[in-house]
Protein backbone atom coordinates (compact mmCIF):
# COMPACT_ATOMS: atom_id res chain seq x y z
CA UNK A 1 0.00 0.00 0.00
CA UNK A 2 1.43 3.41 -0.84
CA UNK A 3 0.74 6.54 1.75
CA UNK A 4 0.90 9.95 0.92
CA UNK A 5 0.85 12.50 3.69
CA UNK A 6 0.94 16.18 3.29
CA UNK A 7 1.77 18.41 6.38
CA UNK A 8 3.40 21.63 7.52
CA UNK A 9 5.06 19.39 10.33
CA UNK A 10 6.57 16.20 8.39
CA UNK A 11 8.28 15.53 12.05
CA UNK A 12 5.35 14.49 13.91
CA UNK A 13 5.69 11.13 11.20
CA UNK A 14 8.92 10.14 13.19
CA UNK A 15 6.79 7.14 15.07
CA UNK A 16 5.69 5.74 11.48
CA UNK A 17 9.66 4.52 11.31
CA UNK A 18 9.19 2.38 14.67
CA UNK A 19 7.73 -0.86 15.93
CA UNK A 20 4.95 -2.90 13.23
CA UNK A 21 4.54 0.37 10.86
CA UNK A 22 7.80 0.87 10.99
CA UNK A 23 8.64 -2.74 9.87
CA UNK A 24 6.09 -2.72 7.36
CA UNK A 25 7.85 0.15 5.46
CA UNK A 26 11.62 -1.85 5.55
CA UNK A 27 9.68 -4.72 4.22
CA UNK A 28 7.83 -2.78 1.43
CA UNK A 29 4.60 -3.20 2.46
CA UNK A 30 3.97 0.05 3.25
CA UNK A 31 5.62 2.85 1.22
CA UNK A 32 5.20 5.67 2.78
CA UNK A 33 6.22 9.46 1.51
CA UNK A 34 5.77 12.36 3.99
CA UNK A 35 5.63 15.84 2.31
CA UNK A 36 6.07 19.56 3.42
CA UNK A 37 2.95 21.45 2.18
CA UNK A 38 5.57 24.67 2.48
CA UNK A 39 7.69 23.21 -0.54
CA UNK A 40 4.45 24.55 -2.54
CA UNK A 41 4.00 28.01 -1.18
CA UNK A 42 5.86 30.85 -3.17
CA UNK A 43 6.16 34.25 -1.23
CA UNK A 44 9.51 34.12 1.25
CA UNK A 45 7.75 33.48 4.19
CA UNK A 46 6.35 30.03 2.79
CA UNK A 47 2.38 31.06 3.40
CA UNK A 48 0.18 28.58 3.72
CA UNK A 49 -2.69 30.19 5.53
CA UNK A 50 -4.77 33.44 5.33
CA UNK A 51 -7.98 34.88 6.91
CA UNK A 52 -11.30 33.66 6.97
CA UNK A 53 -13.97 34.86 4.55
CA UNK A 54 -16.82 36.61 6.73
CA UNK A 55 -14.99 37.20 9.47
CA UNK A 56 -14.20 35.01 13.05
CA UNK A 57 -11.20 33.82 14.37
CA UNK A 58 -8.13 31.90 13.26
CA UNK A 59 -6.87 31.23 9.83
CA UNK A 60 -7.86 29.45 6.87
CA UNK A 61 -5.26 27.25 4.65
CA UNK A 62 -5.05 28.48 1.47
CA UNK A 63 -6.17 26.83 -1.27
CA UNK A 64 -3.81 27.54 -4.30
CA UNK A 65 -0.61 25.79 -1.74
CA UNK A 66 -2.98 22.79 -1.38
CA UNK A 67 -3.61 22.38 -4.96
CA UNK A 68 -0.18 22.60 -6.07
CA UNK A 69 0.90 20.06 -3.19
CA UNK A 70 -1.95 17.67 -4.29
CA UNK A 71 -1.26 17.57 -7.94
CA UNK A 72 2.24 17.38 -8.01
CA UNK A 73 1.78 14.16 -5.56
CA UNK A 74 -1.23 12.69 -7.40
CA UNK A 75 0.52 12.88 -10.92
CA UNK A 76 -1.12 14.03 -14.17
CA UNK A 77 -4.69 12.27 -14.71
CA UNK A 78 -4.66 9.23 -16.10
CA UNK A 79 -1.07 8.22 -15.14
CA UNK A 80 -2.16 5.61 -12.62
CA UNK A 81 -5.84 4.98 -10.70
CA UNK A 82 -5.66 8.09 -8.23
CA UNK A 83 -5.40 7.58 -4.64
CA UNK A 84 -8.21 7.57 -1.94
CA UNK A 85 -7.99 11.06 0.07
CA UNK A 86 -8.76 11.57 3.76
CA UNK A 87 -8.93 15.02 5.20
CA UNK A 88 -9.04 14.55 9.41
CA UNK A 89 -10.75 16.91 10.74
CA UNK A 90 -13.46 16.85 13.93
CA UNK A 91 -16.39 17.60 11.70
CA UNK A 92 -15.58 14.42 9.37
CA UNK A 93 -17.38 10.71 9.93
CA UNK A 94 -16.34 9.05 12.31
CA UNK A 95 -13.15 6.65 12.10
CA UNK A 96 -14.17 3.21 12.80
CA UNK A 97 -12.68 -0.36 12.74
CA UNK A 98 -15.23 -0.70 9.98
CA UNK A 99 -13.54 2.44 8.20
CA UNK A 100 -10.06 1.12 8.90
CA UNK A 101 -11.23 -2.21 7.11
CA UNK A 102 -12.26 -0.44 4.03
CA UNK A 103 -9.55 2.00 3.58
CA UNK A 104 -6.67 -1.34 4.39
CA UNK A 105 -8.11 -2.90 1.27
CA UNK A 106 -7.21 0.77 -0.99
CA UNK A 107 -3.95 0.51 -3.20
CA UNK A 108 -3.15 4.18 -2.20
CA UNK A 109 -4.53 6.75 0.71
CA UNK A 110 -3.64 10.66 0.39
CA UNK A 111 -3.73 12.13 3.85
CA UNK A 112 -4.20 16.27 3.32
CA UNK A 113 -3.58 17.00 7.09
CA UNK A 114 -4.98 20.44 7.96
CA UNK A 115 -4.23 23.04 10.86
CA UNK A 116 -6.16 26.66 11.97
CA UNK A 117 -9.60 26.21 11.38
CA UNK A 118 -9.26 24.04 8.54
CA UNK A 119 -8.36 23.82 4.73
CA UNK A 120 -10.50 26.01 2.15
CA UNK A 121 -13.60 24.10 1.38
CA UNK A 122 -12.89 24.31 -2.05
CA UNK A 123 -9.79 22.09 -2.25
CA UNK A 124 -12.66 19.29 -1.11
CA UNK A 125 -14.82 19.88 -3.51
CA UNK A 126 -11.95 20.38 -6.72
CA UNK A 127 -10.70 16.85 -5.54
CA UNK A 128 -14.35 15.43 -5.15
CA UNK A 129 -14.94 15.57 -8.97
CA UNK A 130 -11.78 13.77 -9.39
CA UNK A 131 -10.89 11.38 -6.44
CA UNK A 132 -12.94 9.65 -3.38
CA UNK A 133 -12.83 12.22 -0.65
CA UNK A 134 -13.56 11.41 2.55
CA UNK A 135 -13.40 14.27 5.78
CA UNK A 136 -13.23 11.69 8.23
CA UNK A 137 -12.29 12.35 12.35
CA UNK A 138 -11.33 10.38 15.25
CA UNK A 139 -13.48 11.49 18.13
CA UNK A 140 -15.24 14.49 19.68
CA UNK A 141 -12.62 16.37 20.55
CA UNK A 142 -10.41 19.05 19.07
CA UNK A 143 -7.04 18.43 18.21
CA UNK A 144 -4.87 20.97 17.06
CA UNK A 145 -4.23 20.02 13.80
CA UNK A 146 -4.68 16.12 11.83
CA UNK A 147 -1.56 15.13 12.16
CA UNK A 148 -2.04 13.21 15.39
CA UNK A 149 -5.10 12.11 13.94
CA UNK A 150 -3.26 10.50 10.19
CA UNK A 151 -0.83 8.81 12.67
CA UNK A 152 -3.80 6.84 14.45
CA UNK A 153 -5.75 6.16 11.00
CA UNK A 154 -2.53 4.52 9.67
CA UNK A 155 -1.37 2.78 12.50
CA UNK A 156 -5.18 1.17 12.47
CA UNK A 157 -5.29 0.42 8.91
CA UNK A 158 -1.35 -0.62 8.54
CA UNK A 159 -1.90 -3.42 11.08
CA UNK A 160 -4.86 -5.02 9.01
CA UNK A 161 -2.64 -5.39 5.89
CA UNK A 162 -1.40 -8.94 5.23
CA UNK A 163 1.48 -9.60 7.27
CA UNK A 164 1.85 -6.64 9.19
CA UNK A 165 0.78 -8.61 12.85
CA UNK A 166 2.52 -11.26 13.68
CA UNK A 167 -0.38 -12.91 14.75
CA UNK A 168 -3.41 -12.71 12.03
CA UNK A 169 -5.89 -13.83 14.23
CA UNK A 170 -5.30 -10.69 16.78
CA UNK A 171 -7.07 -8.46 14.35
CA UNK A 172 -10.02 -10.92 14.27
CA UNK A 173 -10.03 -10.78 17.41
CA UNK A 174 -10.47 -7.12 17.81
CA UNK A 175 -13.13 -5.45 19.74
CA UNK A 176 -15.26 -4.03 16.96
CA UNK A 177 -14.06 -6.95 14.50
CA UNK A 178 -16.71 -8.51 12.17
CA UNK A 179 -17.77 -11.67 13.96
CA UNK A 180 -19.08 -13.45 17.10
CA UNK A 181 -18.21 -11.32 19.49
CA UNK A 182 -19.00 -8.36 16.96
CA UNK A 183 -20.26 -5.42 18.93
CA UNK A 184 -18.74 -6.07 22.68
CA UNK A 185 -15.16 -5.03 23.87
CA UNK A 186 -12.51 -7.59 24.56
CA UNK A 187 -12.75 -8.59 28.23
CA UNK A 188 -9.36 -8.76 30.42
CA UNK A 189 -6.53 -10.53 29.73
CA UNK A 190 -3.71 -12.57 31.98
CA UNK A 191 -0.78 -14.07 31.60
CA UNK A 192 2.14 -15.58 34.17
CA UNK A 193 2.35 -15.66 36.96
CA UNK A 194 -0.77 -17.48 38.45
CA UNK A 195 -1.10 -15.37 41.40
CA UNK A 196 -0.06 -11.90 41.48
CA UNK A 197 0.46 -9.90 45.34
CA UNK A 198 -2.52 -11.52 46.10
CA UNK A 199 -4.65 -11.41 42.72
CA UNK A 200 -5.43 -14.72 41.25
CA UNK A 201 -6.14 -15.15 37.63
CA UNK A 202 -9.40 -16.87 37.14
CA UNK A 203 -9.15 -20.45 37.88
CA UNK A 204 -11.67 -21.56 34.46
CA UNK A 205 -8.53 -19.74 32.21
CA UNK A 206 -6.01 -22.62 33.64
CA UNK A 207 -8.81 -25.13 33.18
CA UNK A 208 -7.66 -26.12 30.02
CA UNK A 209 -10.83 -26.54 28.67
CA UNK A 210 -11.88 -24.43 26.13
CA UNK A 211 -15.76 -24.56 25.76
CA UNK A 212 -15.67 -22.93 29.36
CA UNK A 213 -13.08 -20.60 28.72
CA UNK A 214 -15.04 -19.18 25.92
CA UNK A 215 -18.24 -19.14 27.65
CA UNK A 216 -16.52 -17.14 30.47
CA UNK A 217 -14.70 -14.64 28.06
CA UNK A 218 -17.87 -13.40 26.23
CA UNK A 219 -19.56 -13.16 30.37
CA UNK A 220 -16.72 -10.71 29.96
CA UNK A 221 -16.72 -9.15 27.34
CA UNK A 222 -20.86 -8.17 27.75
CA UNK A 223 -20.28 -7.29 31.07
CA UNK A 224 -17.05 -4.89 30.35
CA UNK A 225 -19.69 -3.73 27.52
CA UNK A 226 -22.17 -2.87 29.37
CA UNK A 227 -20.44 -1.08 32.40
CA UNK A 228 -17.84 0.93 29.27
CA UNK A 229 -20.05 0.84 26.63
CA UNK A 230 -23.69 1.02 27.22
CA UNK A 231 -24.73 2.18 23.86
CA UNK A 232 -23.23 -0.61 22.42
CA UNK A 233 -24.49 -2.90 24.07
CA UNK A 234 -28.14 -1.22 24.08
CA UNK A 235 -27.61 -1.51 20.47
CA UNK A 236 -26.90 -5.59 20.41
CA UNK A 237 -28.73 -7.27 17.99
CA UNK A 238 -30.69 -10.06 19.63
CA UNK A 239 -30.20 -12.54 17.03
CA UNK A 240 -26.63 -12.70 17.91
CA UNK A 241 -27.48 -13.56 21.54
CA UNK A 242 -28.44 -16.92 22.75
CA UNK A 243 -30.18 -17.57 26.38
CA UNK A 244 -27.04 -17.72 28.74
CA UNK A 245 -26.30 -13.69 27.55
CA UNK A 246 -29.52 -12.96 27.99
CA UNK A 247 -29.71 -14.36 31.32
CA UNK A 248 -26.60 -12.91 32.05
CA UNK A 249 -27.67 -9.33 30.60
CA UNK A 250 -30.66 -9.44 33.20
CA UNK A 251 -28.49 -10.50 36.16
CA UNK A 252 -26.97 -7.25 34.89
CA UNK A 253 -30.25 -5.21 35.35
CA UNK A 254 -29.50 -4.71 31.54
CA UNK A 255 -32.56 -4.43 29.66
CA UNK A 256 -33.29 -5.46 25.94
CA UNK A 257 -36.66 -4.96 24.31
CA UNK A 258 -38.61 -6.75 25.97
CA UNK A 259 -40.06 -8.67 22.82
CA UNK A 260 -36.35 -9.61 22.35
CA UNK A 261 -36.58 -11.15 26.19
CA UNK A 262 -39.17 -13.58 24.91
CA UNK A 263 -37.14 -15.48 22.28
N1 LIG B 1 -8.27 17.57 13.64
C1 LIG B 1 -8.56 18.19 14.80
N2 LIG B 1 -9.32 17.43 15.59
C2 LIG B 1 -9.54 16.26 14.91
C3 LIG B 1 -10.26 15.08 15.18
N3 LIG B 1 -10.94 14.92 16.32
N4 LIG B 1 -10.27 14.11 14.26
C4 LIG B 1 -9.61 14.27 13.10
N5 LIG B 1 -8.92 15.37 12.78
C5 LIG B 1 -8.87 16.36 13.67
Avoid at 138 to 152: H, K, P, S, T
Amino acid sequence: MRLDIISIFPEYFAPLDVSLIGKARERGTLDVRVHQLRDWAHDVHKTVDDTPYGGGPGMVMKPEVWGEAIDTVIGAPGEAPPPRMIVPTPSGRPFTQELAQELAGEPWLLFACGRYEGIDSRVMAEYSARLRVDEVSIGDYVLAGGEVAVLVMVEAVGRLLPGVLGNAQSAVDDSFAPGSMRNLVEGPVYTKPPVWRGHEVPAVLLSGHHGNVARWRRDEAIRRTVRNRPELAAALDPETLDKHDRKLLEELSFRLQPEDMAN
